[in-house]
């Protein structure tokens, strides 16, 4: 009877918490032969030597990148273990430590920047050699970097290669990103302005257009398009969500999936949408979902939509609430921290601010992901690295923006009423009434010599003849001239 060979051989397992434990250095060895790594860390080789040759800035590759890695490398031992691919106990051995990687307890492990190869494959590799170690060392306390069972190439990455795994991990980590951080901060800032429109929903204002006085509106309605602009900007961030569903595994190389057993892709997109909760999906198209990054670059622009919503919103609050004394203020916006190193009693809108320094930086790194996502080559986009970390990023900021935004610089807004109402008394352009009942031309001069005399448009209507004081005071009725606010908000 042949002997079992070592893979096949279930040794015991222990339970041991992470952590070697060890100082100094030992000898891992790859392809290329042996490097020293620090005996205190789980990596091995490959990733020893993209710390020497990539040490460029501090830019590390996102940790949430590694953990989604976790989610495949688990779903790929769970379908290799079900295709009788690896053994049993090797396969819930990989799966184990994937856990560790999804919760986060092996982050110090992933020490690799951005700045790498465009593929992603020293981040696969990291996470290949991270998990075959901690796998190792649970395994009967084996010597970590020992020739074990548990390979990183051999069994870890077992039927993915870098081009698609790493692929199917940016998806991943934007949707998770999206989901878990970004839509809920969004929604929660775009409800508290909801509540302001229809707290305000009544008081009327003077409108504003080409920075110019206009006819009047009600704060509610102008908060309701703010309102409206960020329910547009999740709509299209649940969009472009939906278009990274599709997964590229299981087609390893170049799309066509040399060395993974038929199916493997739609059985380890179908174990990740188990896992997370998410629709993941095998790639339709692998070919197109390697050589390209077209969904990312959607998710990208679908961040700069909302930095764009925001900024708008964030510049109006800050010149209405500009001043106190010489300034726009009809908001009073809450004062946070003294605004002035030199000036007391300044206050700054330090929020808003902010709020649109987030947005430029976001509209700045979407055209790195835009141009990032025009230089796919044949079979393969090799520009990953910079793509996936300038949406994590920008989804990170603008989450963060986002509640900070609601907290300190939305809630405790009030309204200066006294102030609104002079701009609505000194308003020219409540002279537009008229022009129904005297005309455009003849209304026009009366605004003219308004301004000629610095006198109202009632005193101006009167001193021209063509209306009696009892039918301007009937027709230009600012209440009369904002609709139907109630109706139009729902409120």
């Known amino acids: 009877m042949a002997?079992?060979?070592?893979?096949?051989?279930?040794?015991?397992?222990?339970?041991?918490?992470?952590?070697?434990?060890?100082?100094?250095?030992?000898?891992?060895?790859?392809?290329?032969?042996?490097?020293a790594v620090p005996a205190g860390h789980y990596w091995?080789?490959?990733?020893?030597?993209?710390?020497?040759?990539?040490?460029?800035?501090?830019?590390?590759?996102?940790?949430?990148?590694?953990?989604?890695?976790?989610?495949?490398?688990?779903?790929?031992?769970?379908?290799?273990?079900?295709?009788?691919?690896?053994?049993?106990?090797?396969?819930?051995?990989?799966?184990?430590?994937?856990?560790?990687?999804?919760?986060?307890?092996l982050d110090e492990e992933f020490p690799l920047c951005v700045w790498q190869t465009g593929s992603g494959t020293q981040t696969n590799m990291n996470v290949n050699e991270v998990i075959a170690n901690r796998a190792i060392q649970l395994a009967a306390g084996g010597t970590l970097g020992s020739k074990h069972p548990v390979h990183p190439n051999e069994h870890v990455n077992m039927s993915q290669s870098t081009n698609d795994t790493f692929a199917a991990a940016m998806h991943i980590a934007t949707v998770l990103a999206f989901h878990d951080r970004l839509l809920p901060a969004v929604t929660r800032l775009k409800d508290e302005i909801r509540k302001k429109?229809?707290?305000?929903?009544?008081?009327?204002?003077?409108?504003?257009?080409?920075?110019?006085?206009?006819?009047?509106?009600?704060?509610?309605?102008?908060?309701?398009?703010y309102a409206a602009q960020l329910e547009g900007a999740l709509a299209h961030l649940r969009h472009a969500t939906d278009g990274l569903y599709a997964l590229a595994l299981g087609g390893t190389a170049v799309g066509t999936g040399l060395?993974?057993?038929?199916?493997?892709?739609?059985?380890?997109?179908?174990?990740?949408?188990?896992?997370t909760g998410h629709p993941f999906v095998r790639a339709r198209n692998l070919f197109a979902a390697q050589g390209s990054l077209d969904g990312m670059v959607a998710a990208s622009a679908a961040l700069r939509s909302l930095a764009v919503a925001l900024m708008k919103i964030a510049n109006d609050l800050r010149w209405l609430g500009s001043g106190p004394r010489a300034g726009l203020h009809e908001l009073n916006l809450p004062e946070n921290e003294p605004g002035s190193s030199i000036m007391p009693g300044k206050?700054?809108?330090?929020?808003?601010?902010?709020?649109?320094?987030?947005?430029?930086?976001?509209?700045?790194?979407?055209?790195?992901?835009?141009?990032?996502?025009?230089?796919?080559?044949?079979?393969?986009?090799?520009?990953?690295?910079?793509?996936?970390?300038?949406?994590?990023?920008?989804?990170?900021?603008?989450?963060?923006?986002?509640?900070?935004?609601?907290?300190?610089?939305?809630?405790g807004i009030t309204l200066d009423r006294e102030r609104m109402q002079k701009y609505v008394d000194e308003s020219l352009m409540t002279v537009t009434s008229l022009?129904?009942?005297?005309?455009?031309?003849?209304?026009?001069?009366?605004?003219?010599?308004?301004?000629?005399?610095?006198?109202?448009?009632?005193?101006?209507?009167?001193?021209?003849?063509w209306i009696s004081g009892e039918e301007f005071d009937r027709v230009v009725d600012t209440a009369k001239m904002v609709g139907n606010p109630r109706t139009d908000l729902g409120c």
């Open 44 to 105: 091995g080789a490959q990733t020893q030597r993209s710390l020497h040759h990539f040490a460029i800035g501090e830019d590390r590759m996102p940790i949430e990148v590694c953990r989604a890695y976790g989610y495949i490398k688990k779903a790929a031992a769970r379908v290799n273990g079900a295709l009788g691919r690896l053994p049993q106990w090797m396969a819930r051995l990989i799966e184990r430590v994937s856990d560790e990687v999804m919760a986060g307890k």
């Open 3 to 35: 002997q079992e060979s070592s893979s096949e051989i279930e040794p015991k397992i222990l339970e041991l918490p992470v952590g070697t434990g060890a100082s100094g250095w030992r000898m891992e060895s790859d392809s290329m032969g042996e490097v």
């Open 197 to 225: 429109a229809c707290e305000w929903v009544d008081v009327i204002k003077l409108g504003r257009t080409h920075l110019q006085d206009a006819t009047p509106l009600t704060v509610g309605q102008e908060w309701s398009g």
């Open 347 to 411: 206050v700054n809108p330090t929020q808003q601010e902010a709020m649109v320094m987030v947005c430029i930086e976001v509209i700045g790194e979407d055209n790195a992901v835009a141009f990032a996502g025009s230089q796919g080559n044949f079979e393969l986009n090799a520009m990953r690295p910079i793509i996936i970390r300038n949406v994590l990023h920008c989804a990170r900021i603008l989450a963060d923006a986002c509640l900070r935004f609601r907290e300190f610089g939305v809630e």
């Open 435 to 465: 022009s129904p009942v005297i005309g455009y031309d003849k209304a026009a001069k009366i605004a003219h010599r308004a301004v000629e005399e610095d006198i109202t448009v009632r005193e101006a209507a009167m001193k021209s003849g």
């Open 259 to 275: 060395n993974a057993p038929e199916g493997f892709g739609e059985k380890a997109a179908a174990e990740i949408a188990v896992m």
